[in-house]
C-alpha cells in the first residue's frame, strides 16, 4: 500500500514539474507585434545660410514735418549678433518740398532748392519680437521676422546737423538661404528751430527694400 501511495505522489510530482516547464517556456515565446506600415513624406529642408551679416537697399516715402512727402532713397547694412538682436546702419536721401505756408502764401520760396536736400544715417538696435514662418500654396513655409529698431543718428537738412532719435518696427521674409524681403516704417525725430522757435518733429518713412546674407 505504501509503495503504492509513493507512486501516486511521484506521478503528481512529475506532472507538476512537466506543467511548470512548459509555462515557463510558453512566457518566454517573444509576442510578435505587428509593425504598422507608414509611408513617410520626404521633406526638403532650406540649407539656410550661417552668416550673420545683412546688406541691401531700400525706396519708400519720407513725410517731412512741415513739408511735403518725397521718395526716399537708402542702403543699410546688419549685424544678427543672435537670433534675438541685431546692430543696424541706415544712410538715406531724400528732398523737402514746398512748405504749407510757400505753398498758400504764393509768395518767394523761403529756402533754396539746394538746403532742402535731406540725409540722415543711423545706427539702431533691432529685436525680433515675433519670429515665425508663414506658408504659401499649403507645402511651402518661409521664415519670417517681427522686428523692432530704435537708435540714434543725425540729420542734414535746411543747412544744418540735427541730432536724432530713430524708432520704428518692420518685417522680414526670408525668400531663400540668402535673399529677403523687407517693409519698414520708421519715425525720425529731432529738435528744429527753423521757423524761429525750438520744436521737435516727427519724420515718418515708409519703405520696402532686398537684402543679402553673407
Not at 520626404?42 to 519708400?60: H, K, L, Q, R
Not at 543725425?154 to 524681403?181: C, H, I, M, P, Q
Request: with cysteine; aromatic share 14%; charged share 25%.
Amino acid at each position: 500500500m505504501e509503495n503504492w501511495n509513493q507512486r501516486i505522489l511521484l506521478g503528481a510530482a512529475l506532472w507538476a514539474g512537466c506543467s511548470i516547464t512548459a509555462s515557463a517556456e510558453e512566457s518566454s515565446t517573444p509576442i510578435q507585434v505587428i509593425s504598422p506600415e507608414v509611408d513617410r513624406r520626404e521633406i526638403t529642408v532650406d540649407a539656410i545660410d550661417t552668416e550673420n551679416f545683412e546688406v541691401g537697399a531700400y525706396v519708400g516715402i519720407l513725410s517731412i514735418q512741415d513739408f511735403d512727402a518725397a521718395p526716399v532713397y537708402g542702403v543699410r547694412a546688419a549685424w544678427h549678433i543672435n537670433e534675438d538682436f541685431f546692430f543696424e546702419a541706415n544712410v538715406g536721401t531724400s528732398e523737402g518740398d514746398l512748405t504749407s505756408y510757400e505753398k498758400l502764401s504764393g509768395g518767394a520760396p523761403l529756402f533754396e532748392d539746394d538746403e532742402r536736400d535731406y540725409s540722415y544715417y543711423n545706427l539702431n538696435l533691432g529685436w525680433n519680437a515675433l519670429p515665425g514662418e508663414i506658408f504659401f500654396f499649403g507645402g511651402r513655409a518661409m521664415k519670417s521676422d517681427l522686428y523692432f529698431v530704435g537708435g540714434v543718428g543725425s540729420t542734414e537738412f535746411l543747412d544744418d546737423s540735427w541730432f536724432t532719435v530713430t524708432v520704428g518696427a518692420g518685417y522680414r521674409l526670408l525668400l531663400n538661404d540668402w535673399l529677403t524681403w523687407r517693409i519698414d516704417v520708421r519715425d525720425h525725430i529731432f529738435d528744429r528751430d527753423t521757423f524761429g522757435e525750438d520744436e521737435t518733429t516727427n519724420n515718418i518713412e515708409l519703405s520696402t527694400g532686398i537684402t543679402f546674407f553673407f
